[in-house]
């Protein structure tokens, strides 16, 4: 089976600080994907890459980068953090086959005080 | 703009009992595909079920069929002999080919919490 594995579970980050979310699957999937998950608003897209070094903005870019060095790994990166940004971060990969949805991670929930 | 629209924020059943969870969609392009995940409180999404705009027979997996009505753009999940484990969030999302780039990102709706009562 396709693995998608987020690094931390849960985080609790001070506002202003510099944080990494990292995502590795397991399976040369083409497409990751990363979303923030909200009450009430679903999971809304941040950033998606199709490709090592590519990467294209989501819905909510704002305040978030993304990093694709190797086609495995797919990072979030919260140049500084704000109280705002507390939420569940779920990463997920796909193929590029059109019937193929995604695989998610566990999820990391990030806490920012 | 392509849309997922999930009505029911939250819904109950009886455990054994059958159960359908409403997603309706909008979208102009004739090529998409719709799923549903599962998301339990652990927080990871587990995909259901796929249901591709030009198949014929309405998919199928296990207890979980989807009632896809093409005309009235709905896709509504449907879960046969409710389980205790079936206590998740339930999300219908949609592959729209216009939306982030050649090959589809997927959309989401807003979910709907189902509970199953012993």
């Known amino acids: 089976d396709v693995k998608v594995t987020q690094s931390s579970r849960y985080l609790v980050k001070r506002t202003g600080e510099k944080v990494f979310l990292e995502c590795v699957q397991d399976?040369?999937?083409?497409?990751m994907f990363w979303y923030r998950q909200d009450p009430g608003l679903g999971l809304r897209l941040i950033y998606f890459s199709y490709d090592v070094k590519m990467k294209e903005k989501g819905d909510i870019p704002e305040g978030y980068s993304v990093s694709r060095e190797k086609k495995e790994r797919f990072s979030l990166i919260l140049e500084s953090a704000s109280t705002n940004q507390t939420s569940m971060y779920l990463c997920a990969s796909r193929t590029g086959q059109q019937n193929y949805g995604y695989t998610f991670g566990s999820g990391t929930r990030l806490t920012v005080v | 703009a392509q849309k997922i629209t999930q009505t029911q924020p939250g819904m109950f059943v009886q455990e054994k009992e059958a159960v359908t969870l409403d997603c309706t969609y909008d979208?102009?392009?004739?090529?998409?595909?719709l799923f549903w995940y599962k998301q339990p409180s652990s927080g990871e999404m587990i995909f259901l079920i796929y249901q591709g705009s030009y198949d014929q027979q309405n998919a199928t997996e296990g207890r979980y069929s989807l009632n896809f009505q093409k005309a009235r753009k709905s896709a509504n999940l449907v879960i046969s002999a409710s389980q205790l484990g079936d206590s998740a969030m339930y999300f219908c999302?949609?592959?729209?080919?216009?939306?982030?780039?050649?090959?589809?990102?997927?959309?989401f709706g807003k979910g709907t919490k189902l509970s199953v009562k012993p």
């Open positions: 999302a949609m592959r729209d080919l216009n939306y982030g780039g050649s090959q589809g990102n997927l959309i």
């Open positions: 979208t102009s392009d004739p090529s998409y595909g």
């Open positions: 399976m040369d999937h083409e497409n």
